[in-house]
């Protein structure tokens, strides 16, 4: 016959086995924070993003282009610029790098530039306009290689000569209205939103050329998720995101290029060299969010 446990000791062993899984607990709370934070690194509360932005609001305006057109005023359709408040037909590196910009941060002086938006044939502005620089869209082991964009590096994206939605990679959309469905033209905003455009620049650059004669062939889009040889060096994507502060009939917006599917880009570089080269080093090869100072947020 088994003999009956004192009702003290039973409770006793209850407190200590309570004891020792709290115990447990704790410690697996510690390793799981610890390796989390380890794989943050270096900034404790890292977010895994590959990301620094520059917000560059609007300049001016001019029927100028000095990538498609240089030297050449009023021989291209009207653009909006960012950045770089000098930019015309004549815009060379050296008057990037010493003139004044719009952009947050302001180390960033260099240019942006879109085909101006009208609404029953007024300009209107983007009220927020971000270029974010990221490192997507392409392997891991490909961004963990990723160089900075070289200075004085000229990117068109876009087609300003398409003729339909097929020939292009524009994408319109709203804000706060994800109901709505992206596309490649104008899309019709419910009131109280804005519309929104996203352009993506190619990635991959041939490791030589600044520029090239059709101003694209020297830069190249990823091929399954990897630069293809014949432009091996990876860089950071840069997306240009704008809003606009319209909304409605799509049948009132044209751009100076023509349909919405026209959206392009260009962008001339004229960040600081170190400027550049820390961001990657601590943003985009890393994979961490980083903020308009290019410190991890």
Not at 47 to 54: D, M, T, Y
Request: overall charge positive.
């Amino acid at each position: 016959m088994e003999r009956a446990v004192p009702r003290a000791g039973i409770r006793r062993r209850l407190r200590l086995a309570t004891a020792i899984g709290a115990l447990l607990t704790l410690l697996g709370t510690y390793a799981v924070s610890t390796t989390a934070r380890a794989d943050a690194a270096p900034g404790t509360n890292a977010i895994r993003v590959a990301e620094f932005p520059a917000d560059c609001g609007f300049s001016h305006r001019l029927p100028d282009d000095p990538i498609i057109f240089p030297g050449l005023p009023g021989a291209s359709h009207m653009h909006s610029f960012f950045g770089s408040t000098v930019t015309n037909a004549h815009t060379t590196l050296p008057d990037l790098l010493n003139s004044a910009t719009t952009c947050n941060p302001g180390v960033d002086t260099s240019s942006y530039w879109v085909p101006t938006l009208y609404r029953n044939n007024v300009p209107v502005e983007p009220a927020i306009v971000t270029f974010y620089y990221l490192g997507e869209g392409v392997r891991s082991d490909v961004v963990a290689r990723t160089e900075p964009l070289p200075q004085g590096l000229r990117i068109v994206a876009g087609n300003a000569l398409a003729t339909g939605p097929e020939n292009s990679i524009a994408r319109w959309s709203c804000l706060h209205a994800g109901h709505v469905p992206p596309s490649k033209n104008f899309v019709n905003c419910p009131a109280g939103t804005m519309l929104e455009s996203y352009l993506d620049f190619p990635q991959c650059w041939n490791g030589r050329d600044l520029d090239s004669p059709d101003h694209k062939s020297h830069m190249a889009y990823p091929v399954n998720q990897a630069c293809p040889a014949s432009h091996p060096v990876p860089v950071p994507k840069l997306r240009q995101v704008l809003r606009y502060p319209v909304n409605g009939d799509p049948s009132q917006f044209r751009l100076a290029s023509g349909p919405g599917y026209t959206m392009h880009g260009d962008f001339f570089n004229a960040w600081p060299v170190a400027e550049m080269a820390r961001r990657v080093n601590d943003c985009i090869r890393p994979v961490i969010k980083c903020g308009h100072d290019g410190r991890p947020l």
